[in-house]
């Protein structure tokens, strides 16, 4: 086809005069060259952004790493007052909130992907898909508000109570704080935030498994989760790991709804009701106010973020690029 | 013969029967699941509707907020939201497009490659980096600018917009573009006049999508325009007040006024994205139906 887009003088042959022909040429070449010229620099630029963006923000994060060095990321101590500072209990905070998001997020949303795949009736099928992706479209500053005062509440009043007493032996259920603010609550608005994202990559993954291979397990007579087990999950094992894979980025880089409902704190707490904070909550808390040191200690954050992202997004994009076994069946 | 009774029961026993058990749980559980996500939404929707609606008041649209708390409006908010959300798509819209164009039409596939995945990694980056980096860029050693807002938007509306114009243009059928180089027209005249007006509804579904988005970004916003000055304003040269900042700093105010507040504004904020995502939806549907025939 390239060959034919590429030959696009064929016409001048039916040009009446010689001069008129070659100067619509030119225009033609001079046309041609600046549109290929303009959107080269437009893609450019937006290539560009990405490397302006590491570049400026490790510039920024530099004073502080020249001071702490890497041992900046294993240091437990954030202490304003005695200019000691850490992100260890930050990474803490985002490894812990994230991985309860995830195990909630994850069944949920695969479930609810199989369900608008397989089990919803025609009609109702799009109706609940454009539900689910309103759920994505709620600013997490909103789903932050909500957490805060109503879930919150909900939370220290019924549910962290009732783990605590019934499960608290195992030592994540500890005591409850009496907001409701902590890990945990900023664990489940994630796993909101995530759930929507997760489910349609999946649906649309479990779309695109050939029919002939679903149909041909149920004419062996399997029933349709036995299909589903067989067939569908297998077929789109590493695309649902790259799904899970854009979750976890986005719950990791979350900052607004988890500043409003994680409850600040900075130590490393085995409790998950206890209040925390996760390097992206944690800078949008502190930065106004602090000093010169800790604001670029804050930046340092900032960029263990950056590379944390970079690399979560870039492994779920090569995932689904490399490891993609419908791309033969789909195209 | 006629008194025997058949031996083979009809209903499924044994292993079967547990195989069909154990299907009609996990339907069970999907469709717990689906329910679930609904009553998530449903929640919040309520809670913002039932919360937000009362305080919600001519009053409180057309007043800008009180300077020491008590109850005053959203005005000069909405006015700054707008302005910024404005700017950022007349940064983000033309850049996206052009750049799904080079794609589409120019770029080698390799290349292509390479860009969609620059555009995807972008996609997903923490928004407070963003933010950051416009901080670093702009407002450092200077003071928080309503356009530098507006900027880091723009780059969070990029990926967005380039990815759904590049899915619109991909669409476009080749014998559209075969079509007019058959006919002698040249690339930049195909481009620009047989396949672009194609698929305008598509851009502008998409755009109108990541405006929305960028509408509720509060994280891009915390470092370039989040200084309190609730004065109505249109100088994006300085910082402008602007919802999802105000829903922010509101909710974190351990005072009940403010919070009626946040509720009411985020009521406003949550009918304007449900509104947009709902043209969106529409304008992309109709604009489906027409490219597949």
Same mark, same amino acid.
């Given at each position: 086809m390239n060959a034919v887009l590429r030959s696009?003088?064929?016409?001048?042959?039916?040009?009446?005069t010689q001069l008129g022909a070659s100067r619509r040429r030119i225009a033609d070449r001079i046309g041609d060259l600046g549109l290929r010229g303009l959107t080269l620099i437009a893609a450019l630029v937006s290539v560009a952004v990405l490397g302006a963006i590491v570049y400026k923000v490790f510039h920024l994060a530099h004073p502080a790493f020249s001071r702490f060095g890497l041992g900046f990321i294993a240091d437990r101590t954030w202490d304003p007052v005695h200019k000691t500072f850490g992100a260890l209990p930050f990474i803490y905070g985002t490894v812990v909130a994230s991985l309860i998001a995830l195990l909630i997020a994850t069944p949920l949303a695969i479930a609810i992907a199989l369900y608008l795949s397989e089990l919803a009736p025609k009609g109702f099928r799009g109706v609940i898909a454009s539900l689910v992706e309103l759920l994505a479209a709620i600013p997490s500053v909103v789903l932050g508000l909500w957490g805060i005062l109503v879930l919150g509440p909900f939370l220290a009043q019924h549910l962290e109570p009732w783990l605590h007493d019934n499960?608290?032996?195992?030592?994540?259920? !500890?005591a409850p704080e009496s907001t409701g603010s902590g890990l945990f609550a900023a664990g489940l608005i994630l796993s909101i935030m995530i759930v929507p994202i997760i489910a349609s990559i999946c649906r649309e993954l479990f779309l695109a498994v050939p029919r002939e291979l679903e149909e041909g397990a149920l004419a062996l007579g399997t029933t349709r989760w036995e299909m589903v087990r067989g067939v569908t999950l297998p077929a789109t094992r590493s695309g649902i790991a790259a799904a899970v894979i854009l979750g976890l980025g986005r719950a990791l880089g979350e900052a607004i709804a988890v500043t409003q409902v994680?409850?600040?704190?900075t130590h490393i707490t085995r409790n998950i009701f206890g209040p925390s904070d996760t390097l992206a909550s944690k800078i949008a808390a502190s930065y106004? !106010?602090?000093d010169l040191l800790e604001q670029s200690s804050l930046l340092y954050l900032a960029a263990l973020l950056l590379v944390i992202g970079l690399v979560t997004n870039l492994i779920a994009q090569i995932v689904v690029r490399v490891f993609d076994p419908l791309k033969g069946a789909a195209a | 013969m006629s008194a025997a009774t058949p031996e083979i029961s009809l209903r499924p026993g044994g292993r079967l029967r547990r195989r069909l058990i154990v299907n009609r749980c996990m339907e069970a559980i999907g469709t717990a699941a689906a329910l679930l996500a609904v009553a998530a939404l449903g929640l919040v929707i309520v809670s913002v509707g039932v919360r937000g609606a009362p305080a919600l008041s001519w009053h409180f649209l057309t007043t800008p907020p009180s300077l020491f708390g008590g109850a005053g409006g959203i005005s000069s908010a909405i006015v700054g939201s707008l302005l910024i959300v404005g700017v950022a798509t007349a940064l983000a819209l033309p850049l996206g497009v052009l750049t799904a164009i080079y794609l589409t039409e120019f770029a080698s596939r390799r290349v292509a490659a390479a860009i969609q995945l620059v555009l995807d990694v972008m996609n997903g980056l923490p928004t407070i980096v963003t933010g950051i980096f416009v901080y670093g860029l702009i407002v450092i050693g200077s003071h928080q600018k309503a356009y530098a807002g507006a900027l880091a938007l723009a780059i969070v509306m990029l990926p967005v917009v380039a990815r759904s114009a590049q899915e619109v243009l991909l669409l476009v059928p080749a014998t559209l573009r075969e079509a007019g180089l058959a006919l002698g027209v040249s690339r930049w005249r195909t481009v620009l006049g047989v396949i672009l007006p194609t698929t305008w509804s598509g851009i502008i579904t998409g755009t109108v999508i990541a405006a929305a988005r960028a509408a509720g970004e509060t994280a891009p916003l915390l470092f370039t325009t989040s200084i309190f000055n609730p004065a109505l304003s249109t100088d994006v040269t300085k910082a402008l007040p602007n919802i999802p900042v105000l829903i922010f700093t509101y909710s974190e105010q351990p005072d009940k006024v403010l919070h009626e507040q946040a509720w009411a504004a985020a009521f406003v904020l949550m009918l304007f994205i449900l509104a947009a995502s709902l043209l969106a939806r529409g304008v992309l549907a109709r604009s489906q139906r027409r490219l597949r025939p």
């Amino acid at each position: 086809m390239n060959a034919v887009l590429r030959s696009p003088h064929v016409s001048a042959v039916s040009e009446t005069t010689q001069l008129g022909a070659s100067r619509r040429r030119i225009a033609d070449r001079i046309g041609d060259l600046g549109l290929r010229g303009l959107t080269l620099i437009a893609a450019l630029v937006s290539v560009a952004v990405l490397g302006a963006i590491v570049y400026k923000v490790f510039h920024l994060a530099h004073p502080a790493f020249s001071r702490f060095g890497l041992g900046f990321i294993a240091d437990r101590t954030w202490d304003p007052v005695h200019k000691t500072f850490g992100a260890l209990p930050f990474i803490y905070g985002t490894v812990v909130a994230s991985l309860i998001a995830l195990l909630i997020a994850t069944p949920l949303a695969i479930a609810i992907a199989l369900y608008l795949s397989e089990l919803a009736p025609k009609g109702f099928r799009g109706v609940i898909a454009s539900l689910v992706e309103l759920l994505a479209a709620i600013p997490s500053v909103v789903l932050g508000l909500w957490g805060i005062l109503v879930l919150g509440p909900f939370l220290a009043q019924h549910l962290e109570p009732w783990l605590h007493d019934n499960v608290g032996f195992i030592p994540i259920f !500890g005591a409850p704080e009496s907001t409701g603010s902590g890990l945990f609550a900023a664990g489940l608005i994630l796993s909101i935030m995530i759930v929507p994202i997760i489910a349609s990559i999946c649906r649309e993954l479990f779309l695109a498994v050939p029919r002939e291979l679903e149909e041909g397990a149920l004419a062996l007579g399997t029933t349709r989760w036995e299909m589903v087990r067989g067939v569908t999950l297998p077929a789109t094992r590493s695309g649902i790991a790259a799904a899970v894979i854009l979750g976890l980025g986005r719950a990791l880089g979350e900052a607004i709804a988890v500043t409003q409902v994680i409850g600040s704190g900075t130590h490393i707490t085995r409790n998950i009701f206890g209040p925390s904070d996760t390097l992206a909550s944690k800078i949008a808390a502190s930065y106004q !106010g602090a000093d010169l040191l800790e604001q670029s200690s804050l930046l340092y954050l900032a960029a263990l973020l950056l590379v944390i992202g970079l690399v979560t997004n870039l492994i779920a994009q090569i995932v689904v690029r490399v490891f993609d076994p419908l791309k033969g069946a789909a195209a | 013969m006629s008194a025997a009774t058949p031996e083979i029961s009809l209903r499924p026993g044994g292993r079967l029967r547990r195989r069909l058990i154990v299907n009609r749980c996990m339907e069970a559980i999907g469709t717990a699941a689906a329910l679930l996500a609904v009553a998530a939404l449903g929640l919040v929707i309520v809670s913002v509707g039932v919360r937000g609606a009362p305080a919600l008041s001519w009053h409180f649209l057309t007043t800008p907020p009180s300077l020491f708390g008590g109850a005053g409006g959203i005005s000069s908010a909405i006015v700054g939201s707008l302005l910024i959300v404005g700017v950022a798509t007349a940064l983000a819209l033309p850049l996206g497009v052009l750049t799904a164009i080079y794609l589409t039409e120019f770029a080698s596939r390799r290349v292509a490659a390479a860009i969609q995945l620059v555009l995807d990694v972008m996609n997903g980056l923490p928004t407070i980096v963003t933010g950051i980096f416009v901080y670093g860029l702009i407002v450092i050693g200077s003071h928080q600018k309503a356009y530098a807002g507006a900027l880091a938007l723009a780059i969070v509306m990029l990926p967005v917009v380039a990815r759904s114009a590049q899915e619109v243009l991909l669409l476009v059928p080749a014998t559209l573009r075969e079509a007019g180089l058959a006919l002698g027209v040249s690339r930049w005249r195909t481009v620009l006049g047989v396949i672009l007006p194609t698929t305008w509804s598509g851009i502008i579904t998409g755009t109108v999508i990541a405006a929305a988005r960028a509408a509720g970004e509060t994280a891009p916003l915390l470092f370039t325009t989040s200084i309190f000055n609730p004065a109505l304003s249109t100088d994006v040269t300085k910082a402008l007040p602007n919802i999802p900042v105000l829903i922010f700093t509101y909710s974190e105010q351990p005072d009940k006024v403010l919070h009626e507040q946040a509720w009411a504004a985020a009521f406003v904020l949550m009918l304007f994205i449900l509104a947009a995502s709902l043209l969106a939806r529409g304008v992309l549907a109709r604009s489906q139906r027409r490219l597949r025939p």
